[in-house]
């Protein structure tokens, strides 16, 4: 604790700079009474006070001495022109008996001696104090989880390695562990911790902890000790699938680094029900009761696997302390939260001119979610009303092709669904497709077939494609077979049919042509029979979110039609018909 005489003298200077105001005199004396605090008398928090209140007169000082400048200025022109300057040296003699204990003063500190423009932590601060503040309260016991959530290439990794070097150095017989979606990362990881540690030119590390030292490697499980050899290693960096035997522990952190490789692992339901039984059994074994987690990276849906543990903490009294920090790219005024000095970070016009392109791709959900941190099914759907296109008549010509797409089921739960649509070439010279008619039904085979090969003649659709899977070939040679006996109907209809496929899944198959399926026309809601109606409320009702929806069928016949037209439908030269509407 402080001592009384301590505490008269640094009233005894704040007397002094309300008299005279603030010059070199009055800074040298508070960092005297800091260095007092902190090494002699030992009151970590007195000392921090102190400090904090040095750092305010020294900027202060410069401002006042400068003319108006300040530190980032003074700095600038000291390595510019290669010159000591007394100031410059105090406050980082403030950061050196801060480091130990704030995880900011450490990373400002350890890159003292690097160009300004060449650091990575001081250009990126004014976002990334949020995120270190968010660390020092783990650190001190006030959160037992952590999940941090940014955009891609804003600074993550280079910002938790920071935090990693300092808080495996602060207490060295701590095991520590480090987890991605890839063992080949795990290793870059450890090899960013282990450049802080040895790189004396570039980082000042051994200034802060001179006993810390590197005293076994093993580059191929990933793995350092510090100080001592351990059974548990001081830090381990791992792959999410790579294995974790009793090899792997963590008492002080336990840090979960984008555990999904990308949207792709969220679309598979065996991918990420692999990897949620991987990071329940496997990874969060590893944890011990006191150990800290830190989860980061894309929450791509509240189904993944950092959904599923949040849902898990905001059901459960588990008594686990947790905070969650996402900083969007762009905020509520489209600015954008990485505007970064010396030009290393994103401006505005950039994420806005991103978004653009992800508005134009009618991607929002995936810039909500790589981009505002909002998961892809936070707003429920990937398809919406106001996103749409729609008509009340078609274009005055020919259309170019009349096709359709049909995924069959045999009744029950299941609707066969069967968009058609007429392609038309546009003013631009692009094909623009409108879905005039569909047959959207749960009854049985002897309801159904019927309707499809009305609707077959009707449209006079020349080409028409059946999934084979669920009875679809033998439900596609029926339908063939009743449009061929029809004498009076003299029409050609190519009729086609193929397997959906097992490697890749509906899901999948949805998301990667949601951006055609946009694209089409839809019939305004004034001229939607029942049919067309409940097909649109199940192409609005599907979600990203596994165990929430009850059909696709709309959706995955409309990925069907659009994959179809781009590659086996052909353009048919059509005859001249009424119009349908």
Sequence with gaps: MA?????????????????????????????EAVKTAYLNEKDIQYGLILSERCKQL????????????????????????????????????????????????????????????????????????????????????????????QPPRTGKSGDITMDVSWHCARDTEKSNLYVTYKEGLGGAFLDGVKEIYEDSVTYKFSNVFPSVKIVDTDAKNNKLDLNRKKKYKSLSGKGLESGLNGEYDATGWLVIDDPLEGVQDVLSKE???????????????????????????????????????????????????????????????????????????????????????????NDMAGWNAQYQQKPIDRDGTVFNPEQMKYFRK???????????????????????????????????????????????????????????????????????????????????????????????????????????GTTKSKEQRIWDNAQDIRQLYFLDTSLQDKQYRMFMQNLYSFTMVHGKRFQDGAPDSLAGLVEFERNGSGVTKAKIMSSPI
């Design 394 to 500: 078609l274009p005055d010509k020919k259309p170019l092709k009349v096709i359709s797409h049909c995924d069959v089921a045999l009744g029950g739960e299941d609707c066969l669904s069967m968009p058609i649509a007429y392609y038309y070439e546009n003013e631009e010279g692009e094909i623009d497709g409108y879905v005039v008619d569909v047959v959207y039904d749960n009854s049985e085979k002897h309801i159904t077939k019927p309707q499809v090969v009305s609707k077959i003649k009707k449209h006079k659709i020349r080409n028409a494609h059946f999934e084979s899977n669920q009875g679809g070939d033998g439900y596609k040679d029926e339908v063939e077979s009743e449009i061929k006996s029809d004498k009076e109907y003299k029409e050609p209809c190519n009729i086609t049919s193929s397997w959906a």
């Design 3 to 31: 001592s009384q005489e301590l505490k008269r003298a640094v009233e005894s200077y704040e007397n002094y700079i309300r008299q005279h105001g603030i010059d070199e005199q009055a800074v040298d004396a508070y960092l």
């Design 271 to 361: 991918v990420l029900k692999r990897k949620q039984t991987i990071f329940d059994n496997n990874v969060l074994s590893r944890k011990k009761e006191n150990c800290k987690l830190i989860c980061l990276g894309t929450l791509w849906a509240t189904n993944d696997l950092y959904g599923n543990y949040l849902e898990f903490l905001e059901t459960h009294d588990t008594g686990l302390r947790y905070d969650i920090i996402r900083v969007p790219a762009l905020n509520e005024n489209d600015e954008s939260n990485f505007q970064y000095d010396y030009g290393v970070g994103y401006s505005s016009q950039y994420f806005i001119t991103t978004r653009a392109k992800f508005e134009m791709n």
């Design 58 to 149: 020294i900027n202060d000082l410069i401002y006042k001495s400068t003319q108006g400048g300040d530190f980032k200025l003074l700095e600038e022109w000291a390595q510019k022109n290669k010159q000591e300057v007394k100031m410059i040296n105090q406050f980082y003699e403030l950061l050196l008996l801060e480091a130990p204990i704030k995880v900011d003063s450490y990373k400002l500190y350890i890159e003292k001696d690097r160009r300004r423009q060449d650091r990575f932590y001081e250009p990126r601060r004014r976002t990334l104090l949020k995120i270190s503040n968010a660390i020092q309260r783990l650190e001190d016991d006030e959160l037992d989880i952590l999940f941090l959530h």
